[in-house]
Structures are given as structure tokens and as C-alpha cells.
């Protein structure tokens, strides 16, 4: 059961273009939410997270957005650059309990 | 200069052999974590541990066990019971266990049964 769901396994995006990442969920329990990047044989790195009580949250390039009735969040990246390229990981927890991972976007961004 | 460190990065075993894993963190942090990795499958948990001499099972432990004897340490063995040990492991550590805390990512370990 599946309760992080990255519908698309892959995604490409030319430079300098917005790349969208896409986050489903299906525990309404879920009140924390985080975004990882992951680059070939490394660890992933945090990237920006939301709470449940916001909508949005922007750093930089990087904004999430929370859509809590359809339990859809998704990563913005504007404008997106050749080393964005890497596997993005969505993840989610309830406020006391361990962080739940999807499966990964593998983003591609091409001059 | 704090961080996680997993060694090694690569290592192979024969089939039916045990083989442990090493993760170290110096970032003070109580929580860790033993995560895997296959081709399209994201990040699986295989064990967790919030506190020293305590650990929780994950989404797939069977296979796998671990201990918790240092704040530091949290080593993962892959026993001859695991069906397909061949995969990406990651450890990562975290302030706490609640998502609202970090979880910081070691580099990994390749493991390969031949």
C-alpha cells in the first residue's frame, strides 16, 4: 500500500524552463512534508518542505505547494538548470511519526 | 565537519555469507535510520532506531537486523535470509523521529551477492 505516490517516474525539461514535479497521497494523517534530491550513488539531500498549515513555501528556485483536500503536493523549479538533474524523492509524515517516501521522479534538464 | 559516514562504498559477498554494513554520525542526533534502494522502487525502511539500545522495525526488516549499542552507531547486517540483498543501502539520522526533523543522508553502500 502505497501511501506516497510520484506518479511519473520521469521527467524533461529544457533549460531555463519550469520543471514540475508531481506528490499524491493518501493518509489524511500526513501533516509534514518534505522534498529530497538525489544525484547517481549519493545519499539524497533535503530540499524544502511545507507544513500543513501553509499552502506554499518558497526558497529560491524551489517553491511547494500544498493542495491538502485533493492530497496533491508538487514541486515548482523556475528557472530549471542542468544540474537540477536528479532523482526527486516526495515524502510525508504524520507530526510524531517517521517520514514516508515515494518512489522517485528522475528529472532531466537538457540545454 | 559533521556528517554520516557509511562505509564502504562498494562491497561484494557470496551468497549465504552475513555481511555488516557500518554507519557513523557525529551530528549528535538520537534518530537513525537503515533505508534501501531498488530501481523504481524509491526508499524502502528497513529498521529505525529513536534512542540508544532501541530499535523498530521498518516496511521491510525480514532479512536484516541491527543494534543501537552507541548514540553514533548504528550498524546493518545482511543475513544469508535476505532473498535479494543485491541494492542501494542508505543510513541517515535525524534530531528525532517526527518528520518535522531533517533526516540527513550518508553516501551509501553498494552491496553486490554474487
Known amino acids: 500500500d502505497q501511501q506516497v505516490k510520484q506518479n511519473s517516474p520521469s521527467l524533461s525539461v529544457q533549460e531555463g524552463r519550469i520543471s514540475i514535479l508531481n506528490c499524491d497521497y493518501t493518509?489524511?494523517?500526513?501533516?509534514?512534508f518534505l522534498w529530497y534530491k538525489k544525484y547517481p550513488a549519493e545519499g539524497p539531500t533535503f530540499l524544502i518542505s511545507?507544513?500543513?498549515?501553509?499552502d506554499k513555501n518558497e526558497d529560491g528556485r524551489f517553491t511547494v505547494f500544498l493542495n491538502k483536500s485533493a492530497k496533491h503536493l508538487s514541486l515548482h523549479i523556475v528557472p530549471s538548470q542542468p544540474g537540477d538533474s536528479a532523482v526527486y524523492f516526495c515524502?510525508?509524515?504524520?507530526?510524531?511519526?517517521?517520514?514516508?517516501f515515494g518512489t522517485g521522479t528522475r528529472l532531466q534538464v537538457f540545454p | 565537519d559533521g556528517g554520516i559516514t557509511q562505509s564502504p562504498k562498494y562491497l561484494f559477498r557470496k551468497e549465504g555469507q552475513n555481511v555488516t554494513l557500518s554507519c557513523e554520525q557525529n551530528?549528535?542526533?538520537?534518530?537513525m535510520y537503515w533505508y534501501r534502494q531498488d530501481p523504481g522502487q524509491g526508499l524502502r525502511l528497513i529498521y529505525y532506531?529513536?534512542?540508544?539500545?532501541?530499535?523498530q522495525k521498518g516496511d521491510i526488516a525480514e532479512g536484516y537486523s541491527v543494534s543501537r549499542e552507541k548514540k553514533e552507531s548504528f550498524p546493518l547486517t545482511v543475513t544469508s535470509a535476505q532473498k535479494n540483498p543485491t541494492a542501494f543501502y542508505l543510513c541517515?539520522?535525524?534530531?528525532?523521529?517526527?518528520?518535522?526533523?531533517?533526516?540527513?543522508f550518508g553516501p551509501g553502500t553498494r552491496l553486490t551477492v554474487l
Open positions: 532506531s529513536q534512542i540508544v539500545n532501541d530499535f
Open positions: 511545507i507544513s500543513s498549515i501553509k
Open positions: 551530528l549528535n542526533h538520537d534518530a
Open positions: 493518509n489524511s494523517m500526513f501533516d509534514y
Open positions: 515524502a510525508a509524515s504524520p507530526y510524531t511519526d517517521k517520514l514516508i
Open positions: 541517515a539520522s535525524s534530531i528525532g523521529v517526527s518528520g518535522r526533523y531533517e533526516q540527513f
